[in-house]
């Protein structure tokens, strides 16, 4: 599950994305935020590679990735394309842990994800109305380069700073929303009414629910059987305690000499070996 702010500016083309990017980059780095970007290219056969190069050899003749390094920098080329992409492969590529991950384009995977802040650029108000009907929450502001002024759509060179305070607002929000998911079990049981837990996690972030709403939580303290991995806890739920519990001791009643009756504590180590 991603546990990192992501923001996308999406738009047409020569709707200013880049220049927005290159802006909102600048600035985040300037008061301390550690920024991964992302950009699509919407190109059919680009490669970033070089025919006839060593790297385009080593693919070519079948190398997946290939990874070249140089004394200023690191690049992994991966020969997947678009058609095994996915949002939560991006943390992968960030070897440190960043702040923000934002990305220029990728509207075809972000425009109904609920978990990505959306910066639209609009080049008029027939664009405005267009992307204004398909894209899902939470759409962090409407902005444009040529139009501005208007009501919902915020001019950037002239508001800038708005746009600016408006991102760092998305991105302590959902540093807010991981923190509390961190303290949630993870396993999207369906049990609660929020759906998942990143739902709940939202909801308790505004102060509609608390943790106690989530099921697998508050039935911890009535649950006789808890699974340990490496000292941490696998969360489980109650049906599945019940069950793993009953198994465990019903095995270990089998053995010689052992008598139990049900109310044992029993502690199964393996090791590694």
């Not at 990728?106 to 405005?128: A, C, H, N, P, T």
């Amino acid at each position: 599950m991603r546990k990192v702010p992501v923001i996308a500016v999406i738009g047409r083309k020569k709707s200013g994305k880049t220049s927005l990017i290159k802006s909102l980059i600048k600035s985040l780095k300037a008061v301390g935020y550690n920024v991964m970007s992302a950009k699509h290219v919407d190109v059919k056969g680009f490669t970033i590679d070089s025919e006839g190069t060593d790297t385009w050899w080593h693919s070519k003749m079948g190398a997946n990735p290939v990874v070249c390094i140089s004394e200023s920098e690191t690049a992994v080329i991966y020969k997947d394309g678009e058609s095994t992409f996915g949002l939560d492969e991006l943390l992968v590529y960030a070897r440190k842990p960043k702040d923000l991950i934002l990305m220029e384009g990728f509207s075809r995977w972000i425009l109904e994800d609920e978990d990505v802040g959306k910066i639209v650029m609009v080049k008029d108000e027939s664009e405005y109305e267009e992307y204004s009907k398909k894209v899902k929450e939470p759409v962090i502001c409407f902005c444009s380069y040529f139009i501005g002024g208007r009501e919902k759509i915020l001019a950037v060179e002239e508001d800038f700073k708005e746009i600016l305070g408006k991102v760092r607002s998305f991105i302590e929000d959902r540093r807010r929303i991981y923190e509390i998911l961190d303290q949630l079990p993870g396993l999207n049981c369906g049990k609660c009414s929020y759906g998942s837990c990143l739902g709940l996690a939202k909801a308790v972030h505004t102060g509609e629910a608390s943790l106690d709403d989530c099921t697998v939580r508050s039935s911890r303290k009535k649950q006789r059987c808890v699974i340990l991995i490496e000292g941490k806890e696998v969360p489980i739920v109650p049906f599945v305690s019940e069950i793993i519990g009953k198994a465990v001791l019903a095995m270990v009643s089998t053995l010689k000499g052992v008598d139990i009756e049900g109310g044992e504590y029993v502690e199964v180590k393996i090791s590694k070996t």
